[in-house]
């Protein structure tokens, strides 16, 4: 899965796009595929596929090889900056799993219902909840000290991530 762009950017990771999911998702699993293999795996055709690999050499996140078993065919391997991007999705994906269990222990306390499993969807793995007033909360990623600081907030009176300043009050902006 290709976690959230706003995790990715916030680990240096700025010039993915959600297309390169195709390549990259099939290459976290197993690396060293072949362009058919993607094509396949991503549901595309080798066109495209071979159009977003040379998009992704070109940033330097993948690179071709000789298929050692069939000289004629490639292989698309990731480099040290893709192993790179596969950990900080793999945090970000920890950081959303943390996240969910954040909520399910605070669902007493704050009124929080409706706990949705956190779930890839849409090149984003992601969970929603609801909270007292029925707001809904798309949980993408888990900022430092986890989300324990928008409850710590108190009663947002129908007001939510949609207010403005609201985001200059997380706890990891410099601004705050």
């Known amino acids: 899965m290709l976690a959230n762009f706003a995790a990715l950017n916030d680990r240096g990771i700025t010039d993915v796009r959600p297309s390169f999911g195709a390549v990259l998702?099939?290459?976290f699993r197993e690396d060293g595929l072949r362009l058919g293999e993607l094509a396949e795996r991503g549901s595309l055709s080798k066109q495209t596929v071979t159009s977003?690999?040379?998009r992704l050499e070109d940033l330097g996140y993948v690179e071709r090889r000789a298929d050692p078993e069939d000289g004629r065919a490639m292989r698309i391997s990731l480099?040290?900056?893709g192993h790179r991007m596969k950990?900080?999705?793999r945090e970000?994906?920890?950081?959303?799993?943390?996240?969910?269990?954040?909520?399910?222990?605070?669902?007493?306390?704050?009124?929080l219902h409706k706990a949705t499993r956190p779930v890839e969807q849409h090149g984003t793995y992601s969970f929603m909840f609801w909270d007292m007033d029925d707001n809904c909360w798309e949980i993408l990623?888990?900022?430092?000290?986890?989300?324990m600081w928008i409850f710590e907030q108190g009663d947002l009176e129908?007001?939510?991530h949609f207010e403005r300043?609201?985001?200059s009050r997380r706890p990891d902006n410099d601004a705050g």
């Open 158 to 160: 129908g007001k939510g």
């Open 79 to 81: 480099t040290d900056s």
């Open 87 to 89: 950990q900080a999705v």
């Open 165 to 167: 300043g609201f985001h």
């Open 52 to 54: 977003l690999v040379k």
């Open 25 to 27: 998702v099939p290459l």
């Open 92 to 111: 970000s994906v920890e950081e959303v799993d943390k996240a969910y269990q954040t909520v399910l222990d605070a669902q007493e306390e704050w009124g």
């Open 141 to 147: 990623s888990n900022p430092p000290r986890g989300y």
